[in-house]
C-alpha cells in the first residue's frame, strides 16, 4: 500500500509543510512513532477511560481509573478480570486500521532504524505485524498474563481456557482455574500498567522507549495526549536533541501545539488512518 500513487494523503497544505520538513531529514536517518488510543479509534476501539470504561460492581459504579489498579485488584480480582475479559473481547474482534499497517510498512522499510512505542494495550500492533522486539508497550498488553504477587517475573499468553466475557458476564470455575498462577497457586493478572503503579524497565521497556526518543531524528506522535508521563517524556527528550516532531491528532492538542511553534514540526490534524499512512509512505520513501 505503500507505493500506491492513487493512495489518499493528507490536505495540500500539510502534504507540503510534512514534505518541506522531513528534506531535512539526514541520510540514514532513524525514526520512532509513538501511538495512543487515538491510532485505534477507527478500530472501533474506545479509551476505556470514559464512561465506556464504567463498571458496575453491586451497587456502585466505579471509573476506570478506580478499576485499573492494584488496590482495586487486591479488593475484588474477579471483578477487575470480569473487566478486562470484557475489553479483551472488544480488542480481540477488532481489526487494525490503515495506520497500523502503515506503522508496519515503515518498519519494513527502516528495519533497526525504526522503533514503535505504544501506550495501548489492545495488541493491535503485533497482530498488524510489527516485530514485538521493536514495539516497546510501554502500558503492558491485554494478551498478556503473569502472577499478581509477584512469584515471578515471567510473563505468559492469557491461557486458552479464558474466553474473554460479554459486559456483566460472570467469571466462570474455568476462568478461576485458568487464571491461577502455575509457580504459587494465586492469581494471575493482566499485564497492563495500573494507575496506582509506575512505569519499570524490566515489565515496561520504559528506559529503552525514551531513550529510542532521545535517539531518533523524528518522533511521529500519534493520537496520544499530554495527559500522561511517558509521552510528555518522550517528546520532551525527542525535542531537546533536535528531532522533527510531527503530531497526527484530529483535534488540537499540547503535542499539536507544541510542534507548530518549533523550527522543526509539523501538526497534522487530521485522522491516524489518513495521517500516519502519508507520513509513513513519506519516510519510506527518503530510506
Ligand atoms: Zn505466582
Keep these: 500500500m505503500s507505493d500506491d500513487a492513487a493512495a489518499p494523503d493528507v490536505p495540500p497544505e500539510t502534504a507540503a509543510a510534512l514534505d518541506a520538513a522531513l528534506a531535512e531529514l539526514p ?9 495512543g488510543a487515538g491510532i485505534s479509534a477507527a478500530s472501533g476501539i474506545p479509551t476505556f477511560r470514559g464512561p465506556e470504561g464504567f463498571w458496575q460492581v453491586g451497587s456502585r459504579v466505579y471509573e476506570p481509573q478506580e478499576m ?21 473481547g472488544i480488542c480481540r474482534a477488532a481489526e487494525p486500521n490503515a495506520a497500523h499497517h502503515a506503522l508496519v510498512d515503515l518498519d519494513a522499510a527502516l528495519g533497526r532504524r525504526f522503533r514503535l512505542i505504544t501506550q495501548n494495550s489492545d495488541g493491535l ?6 516485530p514485538p522486539e521493536r514495539t516497546d508497550r510501554v ?7 503473569r502472577c499478581a504477587r509477584p512469584c515471578t517475573p515471567e510473563m505468559w499468553p492469557v491461557p486458552e481456557d479464558v474466553e474473554p466475557l460479554a459486559r456483566d458476564e460472570p467469571l466462570t470455575a474455568a476462568h478461576r482455574r485458568a ?24 515489565r515496561f521497556r520504559f528506559e529503552t522507549a525514551l531513550e529510542a ?14 495527559a500522561t508521563a511517558l509521552p510528555t517524556f518522550a517528546v520532551r527528550a525527542a525535542v531537546e536533541s533536535d528531532a522533527l516532531l ?19 514540526g509539523v501538526a497534522v490534524r487530521r485522522p491516524a488512518e489518513e495521517g500516519v499512512p502519508a507520513i509513513a509512505r513519506r519516510l519510506a520513501a527518503l530510506a
Design 139 to 145: 502500558h503492558g498488553d491485554l494478551e498478556l498474563v
Design 27 to 35: 541520510p540514514g536517518f532513524r525514526a520512532v512513532a509513538l501511538t
Design 246 to 264: 510531527i503530531d497526527v491528532n484530529p483535534e488540537g492538542n499540547d503535542f499539536g501545539e507544541l510542534a507548530e511553534g518549533l523550527d522543526r
Design 125 to 130: 500492533h503485533l497482530r498488524a505485524g510489527s
Design 179 to 202: 487464571l491461577t498462577c502455575p509457580g504459587c497457586g494465586g492469581w494471575l493478572r493482566p499485564h497492563v500498567l495500573w494507575f496506582d503503579e509506575t512505569y519499570d524497565e524490566e
Design 213 to 226: 526518543a532521545a535517539w531518533t531524528d523524528v518522533l511521529v506522535t500519534v493520537g496520544t495526549t499530554g
Design 68 to 88: 485499573a489498579t492494584a488496590a482495586m485488584f487486591r479488593r475484588d480480582p474477579e471483578s477487575v478480570w470480569q473487566w478486562y475479559l470484557y475489553r479483551l
